[in-house]
C-alpha cells in the first residue's frame, strides 16, 4: 500500500517555541521522493522540501529542519524558533510515478502559532 | 514567470448542475494535474494531462473529465453535482512527466466549489 500518515491534526505552540511535525509513509517501492507542503489561507500548496529514499543526511535550511529515518518510515519537520507567519496546514505527501504520476498527501497538521 | 492560474476563485452551483473549472498553467509547463481538496483533508488526485492526452486517473467517476489545450491551459467538468463535491479543487503544472519525480509540481490557489 501507498499511504501517508499524519497523526497530529492541529498544534498550537507559543511563538519562538520550536514544533515538530509527524509523518509516517508506507510504500511497497525500494526507490521513492518525499515532500513537504505548506498550505496557507490562501489556499496554494507551497513545495518546502523533496527527499530522496536514498539520501538519508538529515538537512537544515535556515529554521527548518528535516528528520529523515528509513528504518522507521518517517520524515519529520521541524521548525525552530517559529513565527505567527508559520501558521497554515502542512501536508507530507509520497509521490507514486510507477503507473499514475500523482501524490498522495497525508491529511495534513494545522500548525497554529501563537503571539 | 507567472505561476499557475485558477479560475473562478468561488463558485456556489446547486446538486445536479454542471461545473467547468479552468486552470492556466506556469509558462513552459506542458504537465497539467488536478487534485480535490475536502475540508479538513489533504488533496486528492483526480487526473492528469500531459501533451493533450490523459495520463493517468485517480478513483473518481466519469462524470469528472477533463481537458487539455494546445497552450497546455486546462479544464475540469464535473456533471450532476452531488453535495460531496464540495471542496477545495487545485491545479498543479509542471515542467514534464512524470512530475512527481523529476520535476515537482507547481500549484495555483484553487478553486472553492459549494454545491447547495
Known amino acids: 500500500a501507498q499511504k501517508v500518515t499524519q497523526a497530529q491534526t492541529e498544534i498550537s505552540v507559543v511563538e519562538k517555541e520550536d514544533v515538530t511535525l509527524d509523518c509516517v509513509y508506507e510504500t511497497r517501492d525500494t526507490t521513492y521522493y518525499l515532500f513537504w507542503y505548506k498550505q496557507p489561507p490562501s489556499g496554494e500548496l507551497v513545495f518546502l522540501i523533496r527527499?530522496?529514499?536514498?539520501?538519508?543526511q538529515n538537512e537544515i535550511s535556515g529554521r527548518y529542519s528535516w528528520n529523515f529515518q528509513k528504518s522507521t518510515s518517517s520524515f519529520n519537520f521541524t521548525i525552530t524558533a517559529s513565527q505567527v507567519v508559520d501558521s497554515a496546514v502542512y501536508f507530507c505527501?509520497?509521490?507514486?510515478?510507477?503507473?499514475?504520476?500523482?501524490?498522495?498527501f497525508g491529511k495534513g497538521t494545522r500548525l497554529h502559532i501563537l503571539p | 514567470e507567472t505561476g499557475v492560474t485558477q479560475s473562478p476563485t468561488h463558485l456556489i452551483k446547486t446538486r445536479g448542475q454542471q461545473v467547468t473549472l479552468r486552470c492556466s498553467s506556469q509558462?513552459?509547463?506542458?504537465?497539467v494535474s488536478w487534485y480535490q481538496q475536502a475540508l479538513g483533508q489533504g488533496p486528492q488526485f483526480i487526473f492528469q494531462?500531459?501533451?493533450?492526452?490523459?495520463?493517468g486517473r485517480g478513483n473518481f467517476p466519469p462524470r469528472f473529465s477533463g481537458l487539455q489545450f494546445p497552450n497546455y491551459s486546462s479544464e475540469l467538468n464535473v456533471n450532476a453535482l452531488e453535495l460531496d463535491d464540495s471542496a477545495l479543487y487545485l491545479c498543479?503544472?509542471?515542467?514534464?512527466?512524470?512530475?512527481?519525480?523529476?520535476?515537482?509540481?507547481?500549484f495555483g490557489s484553487g478553486t472553492r466549489l459549494t454545491v447547495v
Open positions: 498543479a503544472s509542471s515542467p514534464g512527466s512524470p512530475a512527481t519525480s523529476n520535476y515537482g509540481y507547481t
Open positions: 509558462s513552459g509547463h506542458n504537465t
Open positions: 494531462y500531459y501533451r493533450e492526452e490523459e495520463n
Open positions: 505527501a509520497l509521490p507514486v510515478w510507477n503507473r499514475d504520476d500523482k501524490i498522495i
Open positions: 527527499r530522496n529514499s536514498f539520501d538519508e
